[in-house]
Structures are given as structure tokens and as C-alpha cells.
């Protein structure tokens, strides 16, 4: 057990989770933001972020404060928290990114970690390689054994009750990630940051940077504190939150305002472009685009990296309620709205639906089937995979809604797509409380069809009969061949008010 990290909720692979520093005597409710500051250049007051923004953490670069030399002085003398202004935790970097920018650096893990160590740092970062995307097989490997090598080295170094990060890496290969992960794991470092991720998001590669994130959560253990490395914008915390990632940190509030540019959960706005502002921040709301644009260069930057950490820190804190309320999918589903490559993450999170089912919560709040990809959740899945163990009666009529024909059954099960069929002793239970709408796609009538045939599978003498709603060759096709089938729409008994007769006759289980 990692005893620093506690788990108090979950939904989907996301958590709310403690992390103890213990030497900041500070715990961090995760999921949680570090904003990033450069000690050179502060666009915020750090003293400001903990009591305005509720920042608890901030990340700064250890080898930056080292290669300046009043700075590094200065960060000897008084400590880094008396240095930033920041009585919070502090994470520091140790020159990774310049290494892979500038293909060499002045300093190892060893050297770099007792530098930390001894500025006051309270979560330090051993000298590993971020191998970027699509790099070849063979430098992934030998970069990740230069890594490995690292985690090793920073094992060895006394750095009292400093945390230390060990970053996962691995490029874009799900079994290299998955190995790291899991070498990682198994050392006595803390904190898990996954590395080389940010030049996927710069170029909005959701999906691979979910691919990469569930195989590196495959190899670390559950109890490990995940940090998705460089991920400071708004839009993905959803998705990267519901894949277990715990930590963020955002240069982009800072660097997107250098730009004039407005951040928002669904995107990226150019303040020369807006009219009006769509939050109520304290910026937002005592200042018009106008006065914004006209303000000073300087004024302007710091006005727009406070809306930016705003808007940055409100969507954490409705990531965090999401995961109280059980309905953290919903919210997924909703950023996955506010751009394609969103919805290429929310699909490419979905292929890895078995993988989120064995730690998703068996019950929360209400599933809301809101779009086709509703019907790939892992909710569905769950409860096809419990459909084998119900005990299913020899004549069962499975029906939309009401009774087509005189046939005599044992017993009546609903059928709502995307789920499927259940007995009637399952409809107060989660997921079947759905909330679905009455225009079915072909999607949820598709998975539902996969649940009929779970169901055959599970009891292949049951004589059973599918009355559905219309449903299109595609779901038909799914469902085998020896159910027979009652198209309600053709039949003209489209009745919705029938489903209450087909309610009051009983299936029994046995789970
Ligand atoms: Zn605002």
C-alpha cells in the first residue's frame, strides 16, 4: 500500500483521493491542478493561488531555478515556499522538457534530486527521457531503460520526506507504457506522472492520449497517484479524470493568456474574436472584451491567466462533484460534445470499457443514454455479463412494451436498449434506472439485441420471443436465430402505456 494516497470515491477508473506531503504538511484532495510557475517570469502571485484560486500544489522547475544563479541562491538560502510565496506543496521538475527540447542538459538524478531536496521541495523528479510520439520502437525501448536507470538512481538518493515522481513513458505503445507502468509500480517512488503526453494534446490526439494513459494505468497499481504530465486545459479533465488520472498541472493559463487567448471547457477562444464573455468569474464579470482588449499589455495577460485559472479550477471542482454523484460518463460525454477530437477521446475511452468496468462503482447515479456512444459505457456491458447469471424461465416473452400476442409465457422481461432485457425484480436497480430516450438509435438497439443474445447464450433451451420496436436490420441481425420475433410498430401495438401490464408480471433471479 502507498500509504501517502488514499481512495474516498470513485466513478468510472476516476477517484477522489487524498494525497499526503508530508513534508509541506499538506494533504491534496485529488483530483487536483498544480499551476506551473516560472520562477523567472510570474504572471500570478503564487501567494495568491492557494487563498483566491484554491490551489494546495504548484509545480515549479528545479533545473531552471538551478541554472539561474541569483534564483538558485536565493532558493538555497530561504527554501523555495519562502522563495514562490507559497505555503502550500510544492512539485518540482528537474529538466526533463529541457532535455528533450534542447537534447542535452547540465545535471543527473542523483544531483538534481538532492538539489530539491535541499530548496525545500516537497515532490521531486528524477532526470527522465520523454520519448515524444511516433518515435521508433527501438528508442522508446532505449530510452525507457535510460528511465528505468533513473527510478533506479532516485530509489538510492536520500530524500527524506520528499515525495518523489516516476514517470511513466513509452511513447505511443501500449505494451511499452503498460511495462513502465508497471516497473514503476513496483519501486518505492510515489507519484506516477505519465510523461510525453502534451505533444499529442498540442495536436488534439485525444484517443491516442487515452491509449497511452489506460495502458500505463494498466501496469501501475490501483493505489498509485497518477499525474497526467503538461494537461492544463479545461476541456479534457473529464476524460482524463474517468480514465484515473489524479494530477494536472496548467502552463497554459499562462501561456494561452500571453496570447490573447480565453480558455473555456469546450475550447480555446481569441479574445479578439469575442463579444461577450461567457463566464462569471470576477474577471468576466466586472470587465467587457473591450476594456480587455484595451487594457495594457501586462494587464491584460495577468487579467486573462486569472479567468484562464478560473475557469481551470471550476471545472475541476464539477469534475469532483461528478464523481460524488456518480455521473462523471455524463460529464464526458457532454465535453466530448465541444469538439471532434473530444469525441474521438470519449470513443477511444470506451474501447477500453472492460478495463474501466472493473473499478467502476455497481452503483451511482442515474445512466443517462444521451448519444449512440452511450451504448458502449461499461454499465451495458456489466449488465450483459450479468444476464448469465440470472436463472431465466423456459417460455420468457422479452418485450419493449406490452403483450403482442395470446402465447403463454412464464414470465415477461423489458427490454430498454442500449441494456437489453431484465426482469422486473432488476428495475429500481442501477443502470436500469436509465433515463433513455423514446427515439432509440440503432446503436442502443444493436446493444440491446448483444443482450438478447448474452441471454440465449446463457440459457439456450429458454423458448424465448423479442417483441421490439421497429427495430433496423442491423440489431436484428444480432439477435440469433432460434428467438422469434414480434415487431410491435408493424403489429400496430404501439402502446406505451402497455409497458405497466408487461411491469406487473414477474421474472425471478437468482444473483
Ligand atoms: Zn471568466
Redesign the pocket.
Known amino acids: 500500500m502507498r500509504e501517502h494516497f488514499e481512495i474516498r470515491d470513485h466513478d468510472a477508473a476516476g477517484r477522489i483521493g487524498e494525497l499526503t506531503v508530508p513534508r509541506a504538511g499538506v494533504t491534496v484532495e485529488t483530483p487536483a491542478l498544480l499551476p506551473v510557475i516560472n520562477p523567472n517570469i510570474e504572471t500570478i502571485d503564487p501567494g495568491r493561488l492557494r487563498s483566491e484560486f484554491g490551489a494546495d500544489m504548484l509545480i515549479t522547475n528545479s533545473y531552471i531555478i538551478r541554472t539561474t544563479d541569483d534564483v538558485r541562491e536565493r532558493a538555497l538560502e530561504e527554501g523555495l515556499h519562502e522563495l514562490l510565496g507559497f505555503d502550500g506543496a510544492i512539485m518540482t521538475d528537474s529538466g526533463s522538457f529541457q532535455l528533450a527540447e534542447y537534447g542535452e542538459i547540465d545535471t543527473t538524478t542523483t544531483e538534481i534530486l538532492e538539489f530539491q531536496r535541499d530548496i525545500g521541495s516537497d515532490v521531486g523528479t528524477p532526470v527522465d527521457i520523454p520519448t515524444p510520439p511516433d518515435a521508433s520502437r527501438e528508442q522508446a525501448e532505449s530510452d525507457l531503460e535510460v528511465t528505468r536507470q533513473a527510478l533506479a538512481d532516485a530509489e538510492a538518493v536520500d530524500t527524506g520526506d520528499m515525495l518523489v515522481n516516476a514517470p511513466v513513458q513509452g511513447s505511443t505503445y501500449p505494451d511499452l507504457r503498460e511495462r513502465a507502468g508497471r516497473e514503476a509500480a513496483a519501486t518505492d517512488l510515489d507519484v506516477f506522472p505519465v510523461g510525453a503526453v502534451v505533444p499529442m494534446m498540442n495536436s488534439y490526439r485525444y484517443d491516442d492520449m487515452v491509449d497511452a494513459v489506460a495502458a500505463a494505468k494498466r501496469g501501475l497499481a490501483e493505489d498509485c497517484p497518477v499525474h497526467l504530465f503538461g494537461a492544463g486545459h479545461p476541456m479534457m479533465f473529464a476524460l482524463a479524470v474517468a480514465l484515473g488520472c489524479d494530477l494536472f498541472d496548467s502552463a497554459a493559463y499562462a501561456l494561452m493568456a500571453r496570447d490573447g487567448r480565453y480558455l473555456t471547457v469546450s475550447g480555446t477562444e481569441q479574445l479578439e474574436d469575442l463579444d461577450y464573455?461567457p463566464?462569471?468569474?470576477p474577471?468576466?464579470h466586472t470587465h467587457t472584451p473591450e476594456q480587455l482588449r484595451a487594457a495594457g499589455d501586462d494587464d491584460r495577460e495577468s487579467l486573462l491567466a486569472e479567468?484562464n485559472l478560473?475557469?481551470t479550477f471550476e471545472e475541476l471542482r464539477r469534475v469532483k462533484q461528478a464523481i460524488r454523484d456518480g455521473d462523471l460518463l455524463e460529464l464526458v460525454e457532454k465535453r466530448a460534445r465541444g469538439h471532434p477530437a473530444m469525441a474521438d477521446g470519449y470513443r477511444a475511452l470506451l474501447e477500453h470499457a472492460d478495463q474501466l468496468e472493473r473499478i467502476d462503482s455497481a452503483s451511482k447515479g442515474t445512466f443517462f443514454s444521451v448519444s449512440h456512444e452511450s451504448a458502449r459505457r461499461p454499465e451495458v456491458r456489466r449488465h450483459h455479463d450479468r444476464l448469465a447469471r440470472l436463472s431465466v424461465p423456459d417460455r420468457l416473452l422479452c418485450t419493449e412494451y406490452g403483450t403482442p400476442s395470446d402465447h403463454d409465457y412464464d414470465a415477461v422481461w423489458r427490454v430498454v436498449p442500449p441494456f437489453g432485457p431484465f426482469p422486473r425484480a432488476l428495475s429500481e436497480t442501477y443502470p436500469l434506472t436509465a433515463e433513455v430516450p423514446d427515439r432509440t438509435d440503432a446503436a442502443a438497439e444493436r446493444a440491446a439485441a448483444e443482450g438478447i443474445r448474452a441471454l440465449v447464450e446463457a440459457a439456450p433451451d429458454t423458448d424465448l420471443t423479442l417483441a421490439h420496436d421497429g427495430w433496423g436490420a442491423d440489431a436484428l441481425a444480432a439477435v440469433p436465430d432460434s428467438v422469434t420475433l414480434e415487431d410491435l410498430a408493424a403489429d400496430g401495438h404501439r402502446d406505451r402505456d402497455a409497458v405497466a401490464s408487461a411491469d406487473a408480471e414477474d421474472g425471478s433471479e437468482s444473483e
Open positions: 464573455l463566464c462569471s468569474c474577471i468576466c479567468h478560473h475557469v
